[in-house]
């Protein structure tokens, strides 16, 4: 196994993807975080986009969260993706909706006024009217085995825990299903413990101070 190093930022949630992977797979690993506000020079860089995570491999770089995860996948026994090429491609490409969610969801906390707000928060919506119709009554999104799309999605529902109790929102309540599946998501140790116990009042305090509708929400 090859030395690891992940470096991270602790309110990432393209990192914590990383972290499921790694815990999921039982892979040892460093762990470096970063203030993503005030970059130090070395990651700078490292990191042709200035973002993380980054995967350090024995000094080689890799970035961007899908491709450290297929990595991760690759070089260990088994897999959390299925065996079947095709169904293997649609998992990659719910992996990729993930994505689209989590770029919603910043549009969604850095919405500047109510209608803004209320547009990103239909968007939102229409969004998990999609996964409702794919998810079946299984545990996870494709049954009872967890996979890399399990991976993607803790993270998303980790956001709505933070909207529904200080914020007063519950944009998921219509969708059994998912809601199924995001309770089974987090009683798993890997989802659950991809943050620390004072993740959620950091990001309580980050949507605080966005000077966005939400943050008024948040502070009340």
């Given at each position: 196994m090859p030395?690891?190093?992940?470096v991270?930022?602790?309110?990432?949630?393209?990192?914590?993807?990383?972290?499921?992977?790694?815990?999921?797979?039982?892979?040892?690993?460093?762990?470096?975080?970063?203030?993503?506000g005030?970059?130090?020079?070395?990651?700078?860089e490292?990191?042709?986009?200035?973002k993380?995570?980054?995967?350090?491999?024995?000094?080689?770089?890799?970035?961007?969260?899908?491709?450290?995860?297929?990595?991760?996948?690759?070089?260990?026994?088994?897999?959390?993706?299925?065996?079947?090429?095709?169904?293997?491609?649609?998992?990659?490409?719910?992996?990729e909706?993930?994505?689209?969610?989590l770029?919603?969801?910043?549009?969604?906390?850095?919405?500047?006024d109510?209608?803004?707000?209320?547009?990103?928060?239909?968007?939102?919506?229409?969004?998990?009217?999609w996964?409702?119709?794919?998810?079946?009554?299984?545990?996870?999104?494709?049954?009872?085995?967890?996979?890399?799309?399990?991976?993607?999605?803790?993270?998303?529902?980790?956001?709505f825990?933070t909207?529904?109790?200080?914020?007063?929102l519950?944009?998921?309540s219509?969708?059994?299903?998912?809601?199924?599946w995001?309770?089974?998501?987090?009683?798993?140790?890997?989802v659950?413990?991809?943050?620390?116990?004072?993740?959620p009042?950091?990001?309580?305090?980050?949507?605080?101070i966005?000077?966005?509708?939400?943050?008024?929400?948040?502070?009340?």
């Amino acid at each position: 196994m090859p030395n690891l190093t992940l470096v991270s930022h602790d309110l990432c949630p393209y990192v914590q993807r990383a972290i499921v992977v790694l815990a999921e797979k039982s892979i040892p690993h460093e762990r470096r975080y970063i203030d993503l506000g005030d970059k130090p020079d070395w990651f700078r860089e490292l990191s042709p986009l200035g973002k993380v995570p980054l995967l350090q491999v024995d000094g080689t770089v890799i970035f961007e969260s899908a491709v450290i995860c297929e990595y991760l996948d690759e070089i260990t026994p088994g897999s959390l993706h299925p065996d079947d090429p095709l169904q293997k491609a649609q998992h990659r490409a719910w992996i990729e909706f993930a994505s689209a969610i989590l770029n919603d969801i910043a549009g969604f906390y850095n919405a500047g006024d109510a209608d803004a707000f209320l547009e990103k928060q239909d968007r939102l919506v229409a969004r998990f009217e999609w996964l409702e119709q794919q998810l079946t009554a299984a545990s996870y999104f494709a049954g009872e085995d967890f996979s890399m799309v399990d991976a993607s999605f803790g993270p998303v529902f980790r956001y709505f825990d933070t909207f529904e109790a200080p914020c007063g929102l519950n944009l998921l309540s219509r969708f059994a299903k998912v809601g199924e599946w995001r309770r089974a998501l987090s009683d798993r140790a890997s989802v659950t413990e991809a943050v620390d116990a004072g993740y959620p009042d950091r990001l309580a305090a980050f949507l605080a101070i966005r000077k966005s509708h939400i943050s008024t929400m948040v502070r009340r």
